[in-house]
Nanobody, 119 residues
Framework: QVQLVESGGGLVQPGGSLRLSCVAS????????VGWYRQAPGTQRELVAT???????TYADSVKGRFTFSRDNAKNTLYLQMNSLKPDDTAVYYC?????????????WGQGTQVTVSS
């Protein structure tokens, strides 16, 4: 089992910045890939950024150049630095871990943190 706890969401004006954090615990050594997803009201959950096991980071086109996904292995923490925020970035943001457990890989999710971009 892997537990994920996000924090750092809130209300920010357009053009502003936020940094989301996600602390992982449990069987973290079985984690293969990690990612940030988001879901706006009435839409499907979408990938924002991911770091795969080889260390490659990829971003959705809509956030490239504005968001940075990083990790601090010593603190078991993932970060999503979000700059130049737009109203379209408003969503619940979820941390994700793809990990081996009980014989197969599965997705683990945090509880989500709300990000609202509005003036």
């Amino acid at each position: 089992q892997v537990q994920l706890v996000e924090s750092g969401g809130g209300l920010v004006q357009p053009g502003g910045s936020l940094r989301l954090s996600c602390v992982a615990s449990g069987n973290i050594f079985n984690i293969k890939d990690v990612g940030w997803y988001r879901q706006a009201p009435g839409t499907q959950r979408e990938l924002v950024a991911t770091i795969i096991s080889g260390g490659t980071t990829t971003y959705a086109d809509s956030v490239k150049g504005r968001f940075t996904f990083s990790r601090d292995n010593a603190k078991n923490t993932l970060y999503l630095q979000m700059n130049s925020l737009k109203p379209d970035d408003t969503a619940v943001y979820y941390c994700n871990a793809f990990a081996w457990a009980a014989g197969y890989y599965r997705h683990y999710w945090g509880q989500g943190t709300q990000v609202t971009v509005s003036s």
